[in-house]
């Protein structure tokens, strides 16, 4: 009864058709694409078009006790965004507005639900350059970006979300609109909570705009492939070219498995050669001579790693087709049975030892076991792939998934890099951080959300 009355508050403050209770419709909101994470049935998804809506979205669901779980896309990847039962999905991505884009002070104002790549094709015809690149960038919303902290393929150059983001306006637990940040380039005014709530997973507040900083548009990239042997080179490569002091706007690793994986998907040939046992892609934005110097200097360190074969290119349709095949990969892995993607971020030094560890865990539970990631910040994504018609498959692959969390703590690593820890791996951000660090966190959810409407149970428990 309580329910009913919500939801006719619901309808009345946003109108009938931005809240949805037919469960044929809000079944396809229930959860994210990780399948391990748990989810359960939301009494409304209710789908706003501007803070005033989320503001009454919010008073209205926390008078009356219902929990509320943000989300944009539903991209992600650690089941952050899983509905729990009774509660309200609020989506975003009816907020898709880019709202300034301020050329001569570089920044961008954006509602949440704007799409990552529309961005970047926006702030592009001003010459502008909006770094964050998910591969899943043609979908996943800005918001859900802020909120995972999202990283991608240039973060080794550009750093994460988090360096690309000025100030925000968040709906607080009582709607209330807090404003973070600042427009200006520098500005130390109060505690950084612009970065409080990057990365909070949708557990202290609903994030309604974002001010962004934008650069300048990079220049076209050049490109480096160089295929090894073993897994092992290619480590020894990817530290070399750390301690060098280089910097590429990109730095990619693919295992066999992803290789071949990409190959038979895609129909062609990424010219690795049959031993090849890692491929290494590399790109330098920083223009066709600078550029082509600094991969000369990559390649070298790649021939001193033992690699089998080196290529560098200015042709930029070559680079574009090789991040193409990159960012096919999980795809691609679905010509072998579902897909279920690791996210460790270990020291650059440790590489190798992370995908040594990998193949065997893939050998103790007789799964393949794919490994992609961000060679140049350490973050890899050892994809396991299962028949998920099979329990005793789907079993062995969750077990693999924490084994190589495990191997990724004690290579000096953390448990994630970028995908968050949502529903998933909250025993894993307990044993990384610690009772203290966990009972800071607990403190900080209290205070910004004392009767924990956001997004209960989400990265750790009250
Ligand atoms: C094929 C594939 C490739 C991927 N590649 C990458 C990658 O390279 N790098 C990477 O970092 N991730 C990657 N991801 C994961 C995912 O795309 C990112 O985590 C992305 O940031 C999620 O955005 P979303 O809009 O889908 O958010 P959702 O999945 O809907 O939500 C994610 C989290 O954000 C919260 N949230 C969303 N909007 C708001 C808001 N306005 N206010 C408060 N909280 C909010 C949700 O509650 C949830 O906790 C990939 C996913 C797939 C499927």
Redesign the pocket.
């Known amino acids: 009864m309580q329910c009913m009355a919500l939801v006719e508050e619901l309808r009345a403050a946003l109108g009938p058709n931005a809240v949805l209770t037919d469960t044929d419709v809000t079944s396809a909101y229930q959860r994210?694409?990780m399948p391990l994470a748990p989810y359960g049935s939301p009494l409304a998804v209710v789908l706003p078009t501007d803070t005033e809506g989320v503001q009454a979205v919010v008073r209205a669901c926390a008078a009356a006790g219902v929990p509320i779980?943000?989300?944009?896309?539903?991209?992600?990847?650690?089941g952050?965004?899983n509905a729990v039962d009774g509660c309200v999905v609020l989506v975003?991505t009816k907020m898709n507005a880019i709202l300034e884009i301020d050329a001569d002070n570089r920044l961008a104002v954006v509602e949440?639900?704007v799409v990552n790549l529309d961005l970047r094709g926006a702030v592009e015809k001003n010459g502008l350059f909006y770094p964050p690149?998910?591969?899943?960038y043609d979908?996943?919303?800005i918001?859900?970006?802020?909120?995972?902290n999202?990283?991608?393929?240039c973060c080794v150059k550009y750093g994460v979300t988090t360096d690309s983001v000025l100030g925000l306006e968040?709906v607080l637990a009582d709607g209330e609109l807090l404003k973070t940040g600042r427009r200006t380039v520098k500005g130390v005014a109060g505690y950084d909570l612009t970065k409080l709530f990057v990365g909070?997973?949708?557990?202290l507040?609903?994030?309604?705009k974002a001010t962004l900083a934008l650069r300048p548009l990079p220049q076209a990239p050049v490109t480096l492939v160089a295929a090894f042997n073993t897994t092992e080179a290619a480590g020894i490569a990817v530290s070399a070219v750390v301690r060098e002091g280089l910097v590429p706007s990109l730095m990619e690793i693919m295992d066999r498995t992803s290789i071949e994986a990409v190959e038979t998907y895609l129909k062609t040939e990424l010219g690795a050669g049959p031993g090849c046992a890692a491929l290494l892609i590399c790109q330098s934005d920083a223009g066709a001579e600078t550029g082509m110097r600094e991969l000369a200097v990559i390649e070298q360190l790649c021939t001193d790693a033992g690699a089998e074969l080196v290529y560098a290119t200015e042709d930029v349709s070559e680079g574009r087709d090789l991040l193409t095949a990159r960012r096919a990969v999980?795809?691609a892995l679905e010509v072998y049975g579902a897909w279920l993607t690791d996210d460790v971020c270990v020291p650059r030094t440790r590489i190798a030892e992370l995908i040594a560890g990998c193949e065997r865990v893939s050998a103790e539970v007789d799964l393949r076991i794919a490994v992609v990631g961000h060679a140049g910040d350490g973050n890899m994504h050892p994809t396991i792939v299962y028949d998920p018609t099979s329990e005793d498959e789907f079993s062995r692959a969750r077990k693999a998934f924490d084994e190589i969390l495990a191997i990724g703590l004690a290579l000096g690593g953390t448990v994630t890099g970028?995908?968050?820890i949502?529903k998933i791996k909250r025993e894993w951000l307990a044993r990384e951080i610690g009772p203290v660090g966990l009972r800071v966190h607990r403190e900080i959810k209290r205070a910004l959300d004392p009767g924990n409407v956001f997004?209960p149970g989400?990265m750790f428990s009250l």
């Open positions: 994210d694409m779980v943000p989300r944009g896309a539903g991209s992600g990847l650690s952050a965004a975003t949440p639900g690149d998910p591969s899943s979908w996943c919303t918001g859900g970006n802020l909120s995972t999202a990283g991608g393929l968040v909070s997973e949708g557990t507040g609903v994030i309604t999980l795809t970028e995908h968050g949502g997004n989400s």
